[in-house]
């Protein structure tokens, strides 16, 4: 299995909040900061979408944006127009028919964007953040444009309906649009850290894909390099530059998602978790554990649920 769907999987996204807004006339419209990544489809007309670090962009009918970390995302008729924060007061008082809508209906050509809310499972969501690069801009034009149009489509139709089933159904096409960016944000040899940025590199694509295929094996620099065709110097230095760690401490991040994930959903007793992310011994596994995740692998579940509740 190659890393990247390895990752998916583990995240197990999901659509938690999925709105739309229309805009005719003059209008600008903040979006409240969210827990999570989000995206936003362009449906009808055009506008220009503003984000903090990411500049001003112009979008067209048909462009998707997905923002890693949405803080001060803004929608407008034009550059610096006056804005308003789309707050739940401000929903309840503006909405008609499930659609947000700003500005003045009478005056000019409306804009209308379908946006939703990505979550993932708490203890590993930061593997997205991660993973994403801050603005993802996907025009119209690109051959992934059409096929996240579609998907996007399906989502909204989803989101609307009521048939057995539907969460099931939105889950996996989150999974694919989240798979469809990532894929195309790694082809795109773009200057991204972390596992998009080794992805981009087709050797160290393949050492990537050997340490998910087998993460209970005590991967070394040299052992990789040779199976990857490159030396052990030149590798070592081009993985830390891509991935931005070094290959063994990847390895260990990735063991550490995983035994969350297993202790969060209880699959398992300690050994066993202990020896499915490769440590020989229980006690050695919460070592290593308690050391990077900062409470033992028998606190774990309590103290995340702790913090879920104060936050």
């Known amino acids: ?21 229309s805009g005719s006339g003059g209008w600008g419209v903040q979006v409240p900061e969210q827990p999570g990544p989000t995206f936003y489809f362009v449906t009808e007309g055009r506008c220009w979408f503003q984000a ?8 067209k009918e048909g462009d998707y944006i997905l923002s890693a970390r949405p803080t001060t995302d803004t929608f407008s008729s034009r550059p610096g127009a006056e804005t308003v924060l789309s707050d739940e007061a401000f929903k309840a008082l503006h909405s008609v ?28 969501a930061d593997l ?21 149009r579609a998907l996007v489509s399906i989502i909204g139709e989803e989101a609307d309906d009521t048939r057995p089933g539907r969460d099931a159904v939105l889950c996996r096409l989150i999974e694919v649009m989240l798979i469809e ?28 894909t050997h340490i998910h295929a087998d993460v209970t094996r005590g991967w070394t620099v040299g052992e990789l390099a040779r199976r990857v065709g490159m030396s052990r110097s030149v590798f070592a230095r081009r993985f830390s530059e891509a991935v931005g760690v070094a290959p063994v401490e990847y390895l260990l991040s990735w063991r550490m998602a995983l035994a969350k994930d297993a202790l969060l959903s209880g699959r398992g007793s300690l050994e066993e978790i202990a020896g ?12 290593a554990f308690s050391h990077r995740v900062g409470c033992p692998p028998s606190e774990y579940a309590s103290v995340l649920q702790s913090a879920r509740t104060t936050a």
């Open 181 to 208: 960016t990532l894929r195309r944000e790694a082809a795109a040899w773009s200057p991204n850290v972390g596992l998009l940025g080794g992805l981009a590199h087709p050797q160290l694509a393949q050492a990537l």
């Open 128 to 148: 997205l953040i991660g993973l994403l690069p801050r603005i993802v801009y996907v025009p119209a034009s690109e051959q992934s444009g059409a096929r996240l």
């Open 1 to 21: 299995m190659d890393a990247l769907t390895d990752v998916i999987r583990l995240l197990r996204p999901k659509t938690v909040l999925l709105g739309r807004m």
């Open 276 to 287: 499915a992310v490769g440590y020989r011994s229980a006690s050695a596994f919460s070592t």
């Open 52 to 59: 903090e670090g990411a500049g001003v962009r112009e979008l």
């Open 97 to 124: 028919e499930g659609e947000v809508r700003v500005g003045d209906p009478e005056t000019g050509t409306t804009t209308r964007i379908l946006g939703g809310l990505i979550q993932c499972d708490a203890a590993n």
